[in-house]
């Protein structure tokens, strides 16, 4: 872990959302702020080789920034790792393969494949779907207790808990002040919105930002 004096501005899942996710960045704060994404890139909007694209070419010129991995690009990665055929993939996967290279997805799922489960630091701790309540089997990938898929009670962290995964019930970022945990998800895998929060060095909420998903990003 490590200290920073900067402040976080950290995004939903974006599922494939590339413009809606455009528009959504010109409230970051370049050079002021960290930036931070809870994982599921791909799948469910039209985009998500230009989603990935971006988000490694951010990467690159950002070098702090941390990207989580979700549970749709672990479900990708195990697909083509495993040579799965496409009539045996889930309709989303294979909807999201009919837009890729193949050179061009190797060298993304090589990305996918190496992209880490949680970031943690003195104020903040963020994954994908949060941990569970009992810290049980947190970083198990296959069980229903990871990180990558949990859905459940959450454990109480004398931190910031940031997390996407399940859409809230309000279309609106939501915190649960009991247990310390903001949900950042707010269906744009549902075509409603995607979701942004400038969170402060010292772990709390400032500014969260609303970007309704652009038809361009719809299939």
Known sequence: MRMTEMNYFIIGD?????????????????????????GDYINKGCNSRDVVYYIRKLCNMYPDTVC???????????????????????????????????????????WMHRLPLYYENEVLYVSHAGVNWLNFRKFSTESSWCVLRYRGKLKYMHKLQVIGHTPTESGKPEYDKKRNILNIDTGAGNYEHLCAVRINKHGKLVDSYLEKVVEEDKY
């Open 14 to 38: 974006v599922h494939g959302c590339f413009f809606t996710l455009k528009k959504i960045m010109k409230h970051w704060k370049k050079g002021e702020e960290q930036l931070i994404f809870v």
């Open 68 to 110: 989580i991995k979700g549970n749709h690009e672990y479900k990708m990665v195990q697909y083509i790792m495993q040579h799965t055929p496409k009539s045996e993939m889930k309709e989303n996967y294979r909807r999201t393969l009919t837009h890729y290279p193949l050179k061009k997805l190797e060298k993304d799922i090589e």
